[in-house]
């Protein structure tokens, strides 16, 4: 078992260092926030992710995990530093890479022993030749380390076990020495392993990530010509799913995709292909339908009520997805605003993702709009004008049809995740509006 660190302890490098941890490494998760280190050491996980506190728990009570603010301390003798900071977009589009300099940095000026670094960040093709070459101008003491990529592929909401049960590990490694280390400390897990250069490993990630990103426009680009021709999308996609070079997963249609992924990486793969004299037109068609996606519904709405000012409109689902408290690029931070601004006064429900985002939208007046946060689904129904769904938390989809209907004062829904059935809504006595369905108005 090996000694590993972990620059970051964000979705990605937390969930590493705790399943690193899991199967037997000894672990350091470093973070350069104070508060969130604090709150990891009171044995509490920053951020949600189903069964991954208990994991942190057990492991730092087996002796195998623990956090830190001092790097210097954590990197000295490690065997492996895993790379988990953000890279987030740049005004161009491209990856800031400012965060993964400042680790580099770190390792380079605390390195004392041999060590592989390897980049779990998601970064443009080349940049882990540039890590190398920048710890080697940097370099105090006479050791000998390398660079891999690994780049990672959990998805938020299920991130802990997408780890443990990985369809496969990318390592990029550019000599045996680094290879045979990092599928070493990957054995455990007993998930395929794929061996690759450094360039293609990077290159793996967004290829993948903008693939997805590519699916899901395609299925929302159908959805609203289906709308336009009278067919199901729903329907559709069930046929298009038993074809197995298609695949039955990401063909749900809706208003768009969000997270801290999908919008950066096709923007940056765009901003790469740019840098080299090309253009690459399906990811810039999947990030136009994607923007559009995301107000679909709201502007179908505007249409029907005019104006949402003195209506009451339930909000229901804020993070991007269920099963994260994150927000990032989610079709709320769009939406909510834009119903703020025509004085809409708003009661938003989310299990998990309200806390941060009264951060922004603290309860109360923004201009001629309110904002208030809902305990539950109920709350936010009750006596309103309007619902729209953004995401399909459990909660939401276990509230039955009718109960839109008792509750609201007029039931007139907007699904941006198509939960429900049409004709059920229909029964019911409720005005339903999803993406790519027939609707009842
Ligand atoms: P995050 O923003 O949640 O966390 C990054 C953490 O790094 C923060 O806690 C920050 O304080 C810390 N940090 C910054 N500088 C540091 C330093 N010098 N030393 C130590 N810690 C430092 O990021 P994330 O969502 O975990 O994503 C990290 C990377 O992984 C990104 O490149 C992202 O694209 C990629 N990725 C993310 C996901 C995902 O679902 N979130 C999935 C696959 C890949």
């Given at each position: 078992?090996?000694?590993?660190?972990?620059?970051?302890?964000?979705?990605?490098?937390?969930?590493?260092?705790?399943?690193?941890?899991?199967?037997?490494?000894?672990?350091?998760?470093?973070?350069?926030?104070?508060?969130?280190?604090?709150?990891?050491?009171?044995?509490?996980?920053?951020?949600?992710?189903?069964?991954?506190?208990?994991?942190?728990?057990?492991?730092?009570?087996?002796?195998?995990?623990?956090?830190?603010?001092?790097?210097?301390?954590?990197?000295?003798?490690?065997?492996?530093?895993?790379i988990?900071v953000?890279t987030?977009?740049?005004?161009?589009?491209?990856?800031?890479l400012?965060h993964i300099a400042?680790v580099a940095?770190?390792?380079?000026?605390?390195?004392?022993?041999?060590?592989?670094?390897?980049?779990?960040s998601?970064v443009?093709?080349?940049?882990?030749?540039?890590?190398?070459?920048?710890?080697?101008?940097?370099?105090?003491?006479?050791?000998?380390?390398?660079?891999?990529?690994?780049?990672?592929?959990?998805?938020?909401?299920?991130?802990?076990?997408?780890?443990?049960?990985?369809?496969?590990?990318?390592?990029?490694?550019?000599?045996?020495?680094?290879?045979?280390?990092?599928?070493?400390?990957?054995?455990?897990?007993?998930?395929?392993?794929?061996?690759?250069?450094?360039?293609?490993?990077?290159?793996?990630?967004?290829?993948?990530?903008?693939?997805?990103?590519?699916?899901?426009?395609?299925?929302?680009?159908?959805?609203?010509?289906?709308?336009?021709?009278?067919?199901?999308?729903?329907?559709?996609?069930?046929?298009?799913?038993?074809?197995?070079?298609?695949?039955?997963?990401?063909?749900?249609?809706?208003?768009?995709?969000?997270?801290?992924?999908?919008?950066?990486?096709?923007?940056?793969?765009?901003?790469?292909?740019?840098?080299?004299?090309?253009?690459?037109?399906?990811?810039?068609?999947?990030?136009?339908?994607?923007?559009?996606?995301?107000?679909?519904?709201?502007?179908?709405?505007?249409?029907?009520?005019?104006?949402?000012?003195?209506?009451?409109?339930?909000?229901?689902?804020?993070?991007?997805?269920?099963?994260?408290?994150?927000?990032?690029?989610?079709?709320?931070?769009?939406?909510?605003?834009?119903?703020?601004?025509?004085?809409?006064?708003?009661?938003?429900?989310?299990?998990?993702?309200?806390?941060?985002?009264?951060?922004?939208?603290?309860?109360?007046?923004?201009?001629?709009?309110?904002?208030?946060?809902?305990?539950?689904?109920?709350?936010?129904?009750?006596?309103?004008?309007?619902?729209?769904?953004?995401?399909?938390?459990?909660?939401?989809?276990?509230?039955?049809?009718?109960?839109?209907?008792?509750?609201?004062?007029?039931?007139?829904?907007?699904?941006?995740?198509?939960?429900?059935?049409?004709?059920?809504?229909?029964?019911?006595?409720?005005?339903?509006?999803?993406?790519?369905?027939?609707?009842?108005?």
């Amino acid at each position: 078992m090996y000694k590993l660190a972990i620059a970051g302890t964000g979705y990605v490098g937390l969930v590493a260092g705790a399943t690193f941890a899991e199967v037997g490494h000894h672990v350091t998760c470093v973070d350069v926030d104070e508060d969130k280190v604090e709150m990891m050491r009171a044995g509490i996980s920053p951020i949600y992710e189903e069964g991954l506190e208990s994991l942190m728990q057990r492991n730092v009570e087996l002796g195998r995990l623990s956090y830190s603010t001092d790097f210097k301390a954590a990197y000295q003798d490690a065997d492996a530093i895993f790379i988990g900071v953000g890279t987030p977009e740049r005004a161009d589009g491209s990856a800031d890479l400012t965060h993964i300099a400042s680790v580099a940095r770190q390792i380079a000026e605390s390195i004392e022993k041999d060590c592989l670094v390897i980049v779990k960040s998601t970064v443009p093709v080349g940049t882990n030749d540039k890590v190398e070459q920048f710890i080697r101008d940097f370099l105090v003491n006479d050791v000998h380390f390398e660079v891999a990529s690994n780049p990672e592929f959990l998805a938020q909401g299920s991130a802990v076990h997408d780890t443990m049960y990985a369809d496969r590990f990318i390592i990029g490694t550019e000599s045996e020495w680094a290879r045979n280390l990092l599928t070493d400390i990957y054995t455990s897990f007993h998930r395929p392993i794929v061996n690759v250069s450094r360039r293609s490993a990077e290159m793996i990630k967004y290829a993948s990530n903008d693939f997805l990103a590519l699916k899901i426009s395609y299925i929302n680009d159908i959805a609203n010509l289906c709308e336009l021709v009278g067919a199901d999308i729903q329907d559709v996609a069930e046929g298009m799913s038993y074809d197995a070079r298609i695949g039955d997963k990401f063909l749900n249609a809706g208003i768009g995709y969000g997270g801290s992924c999908f919008p950066k990486d096709t923007k940056a793969l765009m901003s790469l292909a740019r840098e080299n004299g090309y253009e690459l037109r399906t990811v810039q068609s999947a990030v136009e339908v994607n923007e559009q996606q995301k107000t679909k519904l709201f502007k179908e709405a505007n249409k029907r009520l005019i104006t949402f000012n003195g209506l009451k409109v339930a909000v229901l689902g804020l993070t991007f997805k269920p099963g994260t408290d994150d927000l990032r690029e989610a079709a709320s931070l769009v939406n909510v605003p834009l119903l703020l601004e025509q004085g809409a006064d708003i009661y938003a429900f989310d299990p998990s993702g309200a806390v941060r985002f009264s951060t922004m939208y603290p309860e109360g007046r923004f201009g001629i709009g309110a904002i208030t946060y809902a305990s539950n689904v109920e709350q936010a129904l009750l006596d309103a004008h309007v619902c729209f769904i953004f995401t399909e938390w459990d909660e939401v989809k276990l509230t039955t049809p009718e109960r839109y209907a008792e509750l609201m004062r007029t039931p007139l829904v907007y699904d941006g995740r198509n939960i429900y059935s049409v004709l059920e809504m229909e029964k019911a006595g409720v005005e339903y509006h999803s993406v790519g369905r027939f609707s009842t108005k």
